[in-house]
């Protein structure tokens, strides 16, 4: 059996300094692992060294960090997440997008390739790539297209852009129409290798919708995207992959029929993964009556209050696979217009962890070890090793301070927009140190490192 590639061997990513690290005390939770109690992290040429008995560590050169009272969890990783790059490095590039994703406390991303123009040739990936070994601060995946320009027409040279190094490929931000087309690229697909993530929305059915089709929709006066748009998409696509077996992911669940679609497939025996974002399991379209499109406006958008039950149910049984941010960068000018005509999307990277901590852990409706365990789960359904504190692995670390309370964007953002679907709340629960690939990729103003032992 082929061993799974570690996230800093097979992502791209600006290789530095790999100081040895004791986070002395921390109470260190790894549900995978099945780790619970406070130890001393030991992080020595950029693995797990050791576990050690509180306060028992001999730190010898290694930097300390006193973290009784903190936790430590497997660093997160995200499996779709908008660079913008080439083209909009007004809204997001490499360095400040893994700068959002190191504050957050992720050890790994993967970027989408509807970027302008899109990346859609193995010379696109190896640029962006090239890239990423001089300015991510956390190791970076990029995707292909399926399609020559997202075009639907014809699929790119799959073959060819997997030795380039593409992670997998997606579409996202449009479905693939056709389903001759796509059950070409699952043909394709099953000889090359790379997971194929879709973005389910049939065009037909959602028209010109500006928010979730339902009461609200038809209060405000907006035209709705109904929910059978999403759902109907997943089931023909699952389809052709049982036809083909070959492998789908499908991107940001919103809505109780797609979480049925999925369920059902999967005991036809399809191999299909799926994800939901934070805001899709925070929120509903209740909100969307603020009007507010640079927080509210996503697509999929915001569901009903019955869509967001199953969105839980989903991730706590285990139909939905993963957290997923789909972290999308805006212009102010792209987002401070009426809602009609402002631009889809939300950034995601540096809220998720406290978002979900503050709005479903603190309340009881999730378990904090589901949620570190979900926040992780996107890095094997890409073929990539889980990120874990089990020693002898990659280390991947996140030190969260969990009564800490913050006030989202009153420091400002790593990310270069400001479109934050929890902009000016207080959160509870912050990141104070990441660690990727065995470096320090982000601290916490306020938090000092190398704290004596």
Same mark, same amino acid.
């Given at each position: ?21 004791? @986070?002395?005390?921390a ?6 692992? =099945? ?58 590039d ?31 990936v190896?640029?962006?790539?090239e ?17 020559? =320009? ?58 010109? =919708? ?11 006066g ?37 979480? %049925? ?15 939901a ?16 499109a ?20 989903g ?12 972290? %999308? ?26 978002? @979900? ?21 996107? %890095? ?26 913050w ?19 207080t959160l509870?629960?912050?990141? @104070? ?7 320090v990729?982000y ?6 490192l190398?704290?004596?032992?």
């Amino acid at each position: 059996m082929t061993e799974v590639p570690g996230i800093a061997e097979a992502l791209a990513f600006r290789e530095g300094d790999r100081g040895d690290l004791v @986070l002395r005390g921390a109470s260190v939770l790894d549900p995978v692992a =099945g780790i619970d109690a406070p130890h001393d992290v030991v992080i020595r040429d950029g693995r797990i060294a050791e576990l050690a008995a509180p306060g028992a560590a001999d730190a010898g050169d290694a930097e300390v960090v006193d973290a009784e009272g903190l936790h430590a969890f497997p660093a997160f990783f995200d499996p779709h997440v908008h660079l913008r790059t080439p083209g909009r490095e007004d809204e997001e590039d490499v360095e400040t997008g893994t700068r959002a994703a190191a504050a957050g406390g992720y050890c790994g991303i993967l970027a989408m390739a509807n970027t302008e123009p899109t990346v859609s040739t193995a010379a696109d990936v190896e640029a962006l790539r090239e890239r990423a070994r001089t300015e991510a601060s956390v190791p970076a995946g990029f995707l292909a297209t399926v399609t020559g =320009g997202m075009r639907g027409e014809e699929l790119t040279e799959m073959a060819e852009l997997r030795d380039a190094g593409a992670a997998g490929f997606s579409d996202d931000g449009l479905p693939v129409r056709s389903a001759r087309v796509l059950r070409r690229a699952l043909q394709y697909q099953r000889l090359c290798g790379g997971v194929i993530a879709l973005h389910e929305e049939d065009p037909e059915l959602s028209g010109d =919708g500006v928010m979730h089709e339902g009461p609200v929709s038809a209060a405000l006066g907006l035209t709705g995207i109904p929910s059978v748009s999403e759902s109907t998409m997943i089931a023909r696509d699952a389809a052709l992959a049982g036809y083909e077996e070959a492998r789908i992911h499908v991107q940001h669940l919103s809505a109780r029929e797609s979480v %049925a679609a999925i369920a059902a497939a999967r005991e036809a025996g399809v191999s299909v993964s799926c994800e939901a974002t934070p805001h899709h399991l925070c929120l509903t379209d209740e909100a969307v009556r603020t009007l507010d499109a640079s927080r509210f406006k996503m697509n999929p958008p915001l569901r009903s209050e019955d869509d967001r039950q199953a969105l839980l149910a989903g991730l706590r049984d285990g139909t939905i696979d993963c957290v997923a941010t789909d972290h %999308a960068p805006h212009s102010a000018d792209e987002k401070e217009v009426p809602f009609e005509q402002a631009a889809m999307g939300v950034t995601g990277l540096e809220t998720a962890f406290s978002a @979900l901590y503050t709005d479903l852990v603190l309340p009881g409706v999730l378990e904090l070890g589901l949620v570190v365990e979900k926040l992780g789960a996107g %890095a094997p359904l890409f073929d990539l090793a889980r990120p874990s504190l089990a020693p002898g692995g990659e280390a991947n670390v996140v030190l969260c301070d969990l009564e800490t309370e913050w006030t989202v964007g009153e420091d400002g953002y790593e990310s270069r927009s400001r479109n934050s679907w929890c902009a000016g709340r207080t959160l509870r629960g912050r990141v @104070l140190v990441t660690v990727a690939a065995g470096q320090v990729a982000y601290r916490q103003r306020n938090f000092a490192l190398g704290v004596a032992s």
